[in-house]
Each structure stands twice: as C-alpha cells, then as structure tokens.
C-alpha cells in the first residue's frame, strides 16, 4: 500500500509527463516586417501585444523608429500571413521584409 501511495505522489510531483512541449526548430521561423502606420511607442506596444497573443508566437519586437517588425514564431502554428493580416486589423500596413528558416 504504501508502495502505491509513494508512486502516486511521484507522479504528481514529476507532472506525469506534462512538461511543455518546445517546438521543433525545423518550424521557427523568423520574419522581418515592414511596417507603415507607426508614429509613436504607443504603435508599438499595440502591434507586440496583438502578435505575443497569438498561439506559435515566441518573439515579437517592434521599433516606430525603423518602421520594422522581428517576430519568431512557429510555423505549424501561425503563418507569416496571419501575422501581418492581424497587423493590417489594427490599422498598420505590414509586409514581408525577409524570412529565415
């Protein structure tokens, strides 16, 4: 008896192997965007926040200054192209700059 409450307890704290899984990175994508719209930090903040809610998202910076976009994000996830039409929904113009796989 003892032996089965010593192994339940085991389990528990261990997590019965829930740990979250990482993506593989054969799906990170890195993309840069260009970004039209962005006068001020505020933009900023607006387009990292839309983008970091989005599932498969890992990375988001956002500079007025360049008029840019870095995001990493996994690609079984989410597409370039959602991003940059989430992007457009908020009232930015984005397109692709580059992308890195």
């Not at 994508?29 to 387009?47: A, D, F, H, P, T």
């Not at 007025?64 to 996994?74: H, K, L, M, T, Y």
């Amino acid at each position: 008896m003892r032996f089965v409450v010593f192994f339940l307890i085991f389990f528990v704290f261990i997590g019965c192997g829930s740990e979250k899984k990482e993506p593989s990175k054969a799906n990170v994508v890195k993309v840069s965007l260009k970004i039209e719209g962005m006068v001020c930090s505020s933009c900023e903040k607006s387009i990292e926040s839309k983008l970091a809610k989005l599932d498969g998202v890992q990375l988001v910076e956002v500079s007025q200054e360049s008029g840019e976009a870095e995001v990493e994000f996994d690609a079984s996830k989410v597409s370039e192209e959602r991003l940059i039409a989430e992007i457009d929904a908020i009232g930015y113009k984005a397109c692709a700059k580059t992308t890195q796989r």
